[in-house]
C-alpha cells in the first residue's frame, strides 16, 4: 500500500520556501478513500481559522462501500502541526506574498495520513516560462543521452 498523491500545479504556481509534514484529522471512510488513492490536491489551500490550521477545498472521493455514514467530500480538515510550528506559520503567511499550499498527501510507515505542506511565494508569469522552458530542455537532453 503506497498512496503518494502529489499537486504539481503546486511547484509550478508557487517557489516553495519551507516544507512541513502534518497528520491530519480525519473521518473513518476518509482515510479508506486516501488509501485507495481517491484524493486530489489540485485546488486545495490552507489558512487559519482561529489558532487551528486547516486544508480546505481538498476533494476526498466518497468511499465505494461507505454507508449513510460517508463522509462530504470537500470539508474543511484540521491539520495536526506543534504550537511552535503554528506560530511560525502563521507569522509568515501575514506577510504579504506568502501562502501555505499542501503539495503532498502520504500514509507513513505506522498507517497514519500525513500532508506535506509548503509555507509559498507566488511566481510572476516570466518565472513560470522559465519553469516551463528549464522543463523542456531538460526533456531534449535526456532524448539526446538516449541515442
Do not use: W
Not at 23 to 48: H, M, P, W, Y
Not at 99 to 125: C, D, H, N
Request: proline residues 1%.
Amino acid at each position: 500500500m503506497n498512496v503518494n498523491i502529489r499537486n504539481k500545479k503546486a511547484y509550478f504556481e508557487y517557489h516553495i520556501l519551507d516544507k512541513y509534514v502534518a497528520g491530519i484529522q480525519f473521518l473513518g471512510t476518509e482515510i479508506k478513500s486516501v488509501r485507495e488513492g481517491k484524493a486530489n490536491l489540485n485546488d486545495a489551500f490552507c489558512a487559519f481559522l482561529g489558532n487551528q490550521l486547516y486544508v480546505r477545498n481538498m476533494h476526498i472521493s466518497e468511499y465505494s462501500h461507505g454507508s449513510f455514514y460517508n463522509h462530504e467530500s470537500k470539508r474543511d480538515r484540521a491539520l495536526l502541526l506543534t504550537k511552535k510550528e503554528l506560530k511560525k506559520l502563521r507569522d509568515k503567511s501575514e506577510e504579504k506574498g506568502f501562502t501555505i499550499v499542501p503539495l503532498g498527501l502520504f500514509i507513513s510507515e505506522r498507517g497514519f495520513a500525513k500532508l506535506e505542506i509548503g509555507l509559498a511565494q507566488g511566481k510572476k508569469t516570466f518565472d513560470k516560462r522559465d519553469t516551463i522552458k528549464d522543463r523542456e530542455s531538460k526533456i531534449e537532453l535526456d532524448r539526446a543521452m538516449k541515442r
